[in-house]
């Protein structure tokens, strides 16, 4: 069962290319408790628990949407819209969570929301860094039907002495988008 659990989370997480610039080891955890469809105040409180089981990890990934549940109940328009809307009015306070969990914990912590700008949605993956900073990438390759807008730009960075360079599951599929024009992952 635990196989079958680690393979649905990472069908949804955001996927990493790593290349170690030094030795030294990076310890990750990947968070995914129940989510409650829509319901944003109920999922961060659940993974607030969970942050506070992942001491001494240096990075904490969290599951693609782990906001909202993934949203992705079939639902009629107007329907999809006010709760996509509710989800990112909470952008600031998510962010302002998310900052917490890295500073108690002294780790990275990375997971996407849904993120609004002038009447588009994005699936906006957080890199959040212990000291407050973040850093973000809305995903490119979006379903057709799905409702958010692509994003333009890829995020690497470099944390614990390795590169990483984040996806969004879907962006991974597609070679033009996730080439490695960075050299996050050549020796």
């Not at 909202?68 to 998510?94: F, L, N, Q, V, W």
């Not at 944390?159 to 599929?173: E, N, P, Q, S, V």
Request: with cysteine; proline share 3%.
């Amino acid at each position: 069962m635990k196989s079958i659990f680690y393979i649905l989370f990472f069908a949804f997480i955001s996927l990493f290319s790593v290349k170690a610039q030094d030795k030294s080891s990076c310890k990750v955890a990947l968070v995914q408790p129940h989510l409650v469809w829509g319901d944003v105040k109920a999922n961060l409180s659940a993974f607030d628990k969970r942050v506070q089981q992942c001491k001494g990890c240096d990075l904490i990934v969290f599951p693609e949407l782990f906001t909202s549940g993934c949203e992705m109940k079939k639902k009629d328009k107007a329907e999809a819209i006010r709760t996509k809307d509710e989800i990112a009015s909470h952008y600031p306070a998510i962010i302002r969570k998310m900052q917490k969990w890295a500073a108690q914990s002294k780790a990275l912590i990375i997971g996407s929301t849904i993120y609004k700008e002038e009447r588009k949605y994005y699936n906006c993956l957080l890199t959040i860094f212990p000291n407050g900073d973040y850093q973000y990438y809305d995903k490119h390759n979006c379903f057709k039907k799905g409702g958010f807008s692509p994003g333009n730009k890829q995020l690497v960075f470099s944390w614990k002495g390795h590169r990483f360079a984040t996806y969004i599951c879907y962006d991974l599929r597609f070679p033009e988008w996730s080439r490695n024009s960075d050299q996050y992952d050549t020796a």
